[in-house]
């Protein structure tokens, strides 16, 4: 028999609002430990909760976005649990009546475009740190994170594999950038999931009993953790033997999914109305204000590159993942004729040495190593025949060192193209006059020899020969 995975993700994105969930601490990361604390997040008797207007107008973006139904009315819940790093003995969430309902998010996994559909999106506070190797013999307990608001977004089951729920995840990733709610840092698990996994027969239409699977933090070990989990499940089933429900861990050195707890239900932790906060209500004038102020989306973005600017589905993909590399392509390729290689040069050559000179400073990119104008510049010098595309990469190379623009680097260092055929024929001649023995060897069918002959006329004329002239005056007089 063959097995089907079905999977479901659980994300939580952690908001950039300034301050936590339901107190005015901040909420920035890396202070020193406890730093970020009032009685309100560690709990003490007798104090209340008052919520972020800003979460969740952050909320309300999100669910636009991903096109959910805004709850007019939504209710806080208290899902209780113990532990060391949640004083209060339950952390807010949202149960029965989430802020966001249904929606959808789409994803190109394999050159195709697909959506899934989500069940909800809600607020929830964070939970503080246990520290449990600092000390041989205790624990430590940071509550910075304490209270910090995270928005959890829930897929339906219908994530077919690894590479969909992959391509799903950076997809709801690159989204929450555009809107600049979260930063999408999955390192630093501001942005992290919880996969449920599950098999079935292939074409089944009941589902088999789910696994979670935590603590991957990159898209690559949430692919390899559910490669690993299904497979497992997989020999379990094929074994005779049943899944269980539980929580596992990813273990990225070991690649294996280890169990943690058995999983708990829904009933174990006593969900109920938080008493201490009123139902959130939601008007429609506040709902409309939001949608006029969000940003045009990474998809309709896509759509409109490939259309407007012709771009190849691909490189539009490619280019609109994230918000400030769509800004600069398009301040970049705006009203030039040739956005396809100016495209090109974005993705081959401005991101690399962004990478390379580390210039990205999540969630932005701080410093661009050229400027779209003289990028734009830059291709219209080659298309103009002004510069070869090979030469055009020494000048991009002077232009990141120096800052200078191309126009000046191409004239003061004599760089324009030659064109002139006489001058292009010259120096044909020379080489073919000075390799007699290559030109017999290709005309007795040694064709690879081609590549030598141009390489040795753009040595002569120091790269600058218009390449294709160097082939065509090279193909007419090897002939012979
Ligand atoms: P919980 O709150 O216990 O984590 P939910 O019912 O909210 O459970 O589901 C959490 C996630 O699990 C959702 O993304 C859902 O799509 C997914 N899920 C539920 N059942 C299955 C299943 N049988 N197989 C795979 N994923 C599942
Ligand atoms: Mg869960
Ligand atoms: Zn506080």
Same mark, same amino acid.
């Given at each position: 028999m063959t097995f089907e995975p079905v999977i479901g993700l659980e994300v939580h994105a952690q908001l950039l609002t300034r301050s936590k969930l339901f107190c005015a601490c901040s909420a920035a990361f890396g202070a020193a430990p406890n730093a970020h604390t009032c009685p309100v997040c560690m709990a003490f008797p007798g104090v209340l909760p008052?919520?972020?207007?800003?979460?969740?107008?952050?909320?309300?973006?999100?669910?636009?976005?991903?096109?959910?139904?805004?709850?007019?009315?939504?209710?806080?819940?208290?899902?209780?649990?113990?532990?060391?790093?949640?004083?209060?003995?339950?952390?807010?969430?949202?149960?029965?009546?989430?802020?966001?309902?249904?929606?959808?998010?789409?994803?190109?996994?394999?050159?195709?475009?697909?959506?899934?559909?989500?069940?909800?999106?809600?607020?929830?506070?964070?939970?503080?740190?246990?520290?449990?190797?600092a000390h041989a013999d205790s624990s430590l307990v940071d509550l910075n994170r304490a209270g910090v608001p995270l928005l959890e977004i829930v897929s339906e089951p219908e994530l077919g594999s690894p590479a969909e729920a992959a391509a799903y995840l950076k997809s709801l990733r690159s989204i929450?950038?555009?809107?600049?709610?979260?930063?999408?840092?999955?390192? $630093?698990?501001?942005?992290?999931?919880?996969?449920?996994?599950?098999?079935?027969?292939?074409?089944?239409?009941?589902?088999?009993?789910?696994? $979670?699977?935590?603590?991957?933090?990159?898209?690559?070990a949430v692919e390899r953790a559910l490669e690993h989990e299904i497979a497992r499940q997989i020999a379990v089933v094929s074994g005779g033997g049943q899944v269980v429900q539980e929580t596992r861990l990813w273990d990225a050195e070991?690649?294996?999914?280890?169990?943690?707890?058995?999983?708990?239900?829904?009933?174990?932790?006593?969900?109920?109305?938080?008493?201490?906060?009123?139902?959130?209500?939601?008007?429609?004038?506040?709902?409309?204000?939001?949608?006029?102020?969000?940003?045009?989306?990474?998809?309709?973005?896509?759509?409109?590159?490939?259309?407007?600017?012709?771009?190849?589905?691909?490189?539009? $993909?490619?280019?609109?993942?994230?918000?400030?590399?769509?800004?600069?392509f398009e301040a970049a390729a705006g009203g030039q004729p040739n956005a396809k290689a100016i495209g090109n040069w974005v993705m081959e050559s401005v991101l690399r040495i962004v990478r390379e000179r580390r210039l990205d400073d999540p969630p932005r990119i701080r410093d661009w190593p050229v400027a779209p104008e003289a990028l734009a510049d830059l291709v219209a010098l080659i298309d103009r025949g002004t510069i070869s595309g090979k030469i055009a990469k020494t000048v991009f190379d002077e232009m990141v060192a120096s800052g200078r623009p191309p126009r000046e680097i191409? $004239?003061?260092?004599?760089?324009?193209?030659?064109?002139?055929?006489?001058?292009?024929?010259?120096?044909?001649?020379?080489?073919?006059?000075?390799?007699?023995?290559?030109?017999?060897?290709?005309?007795?069918?040694?064709?690879?020899?081609?590549?030598?002959?141009?390489?040795?006329?753009?040595?002569?004329?120091?790269?600058?020969?218009?390449?294709?002239?160097?082939?065509?005056?090279?193909?007419?007089?090897?002939?012979?």
């Open positions: 008052v919520v972020n207007r800003q979460a969740v107008e952050f909320a309300i973006r999100a669910g636009l976005a991903a096109g959910c139904r805004i709850a007019p009315v939504s209710q806080w819940a208290r899902k209780n649990y113990f532990y060391p790093d949640l004083p209060k003995a339950y952390q807010i969430s949202m149960y029965e009546a989430p802020i966001c309902v249904g929606g959808r998010v789409s994803f190109t996994v394999g050159g195709e475009h697909r959506a899934v559909r989500l069940t909800r999106i809600h607020l929830e506070e964070d939970a503080g740190k246990s520290i449990h190797d929450v950038q555009y809107l600049e709610i979260c930063d999408g840092n999955m390192e $630093e698990g501001s942005f992290r999931c919880d996969a449920n996994i599950s098999v079935r027969p292939a074409g089944g239409d009941r589902l088999g009993t789910r696994a $979670e699977v935590k603590n991957m933090n990159s898209f690559r070991r690649e294996v999914t280890r169990p943690m707890r058995s999983k708990e239900f829904a009933h174990d932790y006593r969900y109920f109305p938080e008493p201490d906060l009123p139902p959130l209500v939601v008007d429609e004038a506040w709902v409309e204000r939001v949608r006029a102020g969000l940003p045009e989306l990474p998809s309709a973005r896509r759509v409109r590159f490939v259309r407007d600017l012709g771009l190849p589905d691909y490189d539009a $993909e490619v280019l609109t993942a994230r918000r400030d590399v769509a800004d600069y191409v $004239e003061s260092r004599g760089l324009v193209q030659l064109t002139d055929a006489a001058a292009i024929a010259a120096a044909v001649d020379r080489v073919i006059a000075a390799h007699g023995d290559k030109v017999a060897e290709y005309r007795s069918g040694k064709e690879k020899l081609f590549g030598f002959f141009v390489g040795q006329v753009m040595k002569a004329t120091e790269g600058k020969a218009n390449p294709k002239q160097v082939n065509d005056l090279l193909r007419e007089r090897l002939r012979g």
